[in-house]
């Protein structure tokens, strides 16, 4: 008997972006311009998930130029994603360190200029115009900020979870929780709130307590509603980085126990977002003008990813055929390291 998902309490409207057309004919020529994604087998597989839609529900008030930059990350994080999930890449940290120190220095700002006839991995390419359309004009906080969350997100799934893999480690669920707002790049996504918004919100909002409680409670559902819709994929291609494994694995519980109780986590961390969100609209009632935008689009975030989630095929187990040849999607110029591609790769486990 197969379990039923439950439902995923989210009490804000649902919305999408009017200009989502624009943007997925901007992905289509941006993938191609950098190289990410090249073969048509890979495009098939690309254009079937429809970043453009998804992006559109999670920021659904951008304007048309934010809305095509949030989705170029999108699609970045994806892709990259992709090539440490779904083959060898995952299992061998000491294969991607290089192409992650190309990474650093795009971020770090020490990058030398590429030697002539050298062809720099596709990833490092597009990030180099992804870092030079975001973070010159921002604060430089924020670029302090979100240079962390985008390296810790890199470092955190090329050693911790790789090497997990690598030694058959079971992480504990509360170390999976902390980690998985960095597996997942939420905090990098939950950063460009203000690229979007045009706020800048200050180091004090960030460090206050309620603001912590909100990010941090609003990122929790997202990924964990996350591992909810991906879990059945999951398991059939034996990815262990998932909430509702890790609750059966240490608790003992079946299946549909195990999606009800985080289904009810889910609820109480939306909860929790809410009366944090209550908190800060009283104490500060002189920054309205930032907060509702920013907490505005925490909402849209659980909402949107909630919405994507139910309708994407990323996450039909029926469909799971699709992952079975990693080498007719991953391309191995987007790291620039050969991917061995192998069944048993870990799918999507983090934004899907």
């Known amino acids: 008997m197969e379990s039923e998902l439950p439902d995923i309490y989210c009490p ?40 453009g839609a998804f992006v559109g529900m999670v920021y659904p008030t951008a304007d048309s130029e934010h809305l095509d930059l949030v989705a170029d990350w999108f699609v970045w994080l994806f892709l990259v994603d992709d090539q440490l999930d779904d083959g060898h890449l995952g299992r061998s940290p000491e294969r991607v360190r290089d192409v ?37 004009r921002a604060a430089r ?48 996504c939950m950063d460009l709130i203000e690229i979007v918004t045009g706020t800048e919100a200050p180091e004090s909002l960030h460090n206050d307590p309620r603001f912590i409680t909100a990010l941090e409670a609003s990122c929790n559902v997202v990924c964990w509603a996350n591992d909810v819709y991906s879990y059945e994929k999951e398991q059939v291609l034996g990815e262990i980085h998932n909430l509702v494994h890790l609750v059966r694995h240490h608790r003992g519980y079946g299946e549909q126990q195990a999606l009800d109780h985080v289904c009810a986590e889910i609820a109480t961390e939306t909860e929790r977002f809410l009366t944090a969100e209550d908190e800060l609209i009283d104490l500060y009632p002189q920054l309205t003008d930032l907060l509702v935008p920013y907490l505005d689009g925490m909402r849209s975030w659980m909402r949107g990813n909630l919405d994507w989630s139910r309708q994407t095929p990323r996450y039909n187990p029926a469909d799971v055929s699709q992952y079975a040849a990693p080498g007719e999607y991953l391309e191995e110029t987007v790291l620039g390291v050969a991917t061995d591609p192998v069944v048993q790769g870990a799918a999507d486990g983090h934004r899907g």
């Not at 409207?13 to 901007?26: D, G, L, M």
């Not at 020490?110 to 870092?131: I, K, N, Q, Y």
């Not at 390296?151 to 030694?167: F, I, K, P, V």
Request: proline content about 7%; overall charge positive; hydrophobic content about 40%.
């Open 141 to 188: 906080h924020w670029r302090t900020r979100f240079g962390w969350h985008l390296m810790t997100y890199l470092t955190t799934a090329t050693t911790w979870e790789a090497g997990n893999r690598a030694d058959g480690v079971v992480p504990s669920e509360a170390a999976y929780i902390a980690k998985r707002r960095h597996t997942g790049a939420i905090h990098v």
């Open 100 to 136: 992650v120190d190309r990474m650093r220095a795009v971020v770090e700002g020490t990058a030398p200029r590429p030697l002539p006839g050298e062809e720099l991995p596709a990833a490092v390419v597009a990030l180099c115009d992804l870092w030079e359309r975001t973070v010159p």
């Open 12 to 51: 804000f409207p649902q919305r999408s972006n009017p200009h989502v057309p624009h943007t997925r004919e901007h992905l289509d020529a941006w993938t191609r311009s950098t190289g990410l994604v090249h073969r048509e087998s890979a495009r098939a597989r690309f254009e079937q998930a429809d970043f």
